[in-house]
């Protein structure tokens, strides 16, 4: 899955924050609704705007963030 095509920036929409392209909705917002323990039909039945693919691309755009990310063990 390439996210890039849907996951999209615009210093003007939504604070530049990453979002589902044609929407409002955020990665941290749809990343956020799944650690609340939300479901992917749950999203989706909520938010008819979204195709599974959506989904798809925001989990894609997390992985390949915290791909690039270094951690360092805690002191």
Known sequence: MDWKQTIVTDAEICGGRPRV???RLTVEFLLGLKAAGWGE????????SLK???????YGYA???MQDESFLPAA
């Open 21 to 23: 392209k044609n929407t």
């Open 41 to 48: 039909q749950q999203i989706l039945e909520n938010y008819p």
């Open 52 to 58: 599974p693919e959506d989904l798809q691309a925001v």
């Open 63 to 65: 992985q390949a963030i």
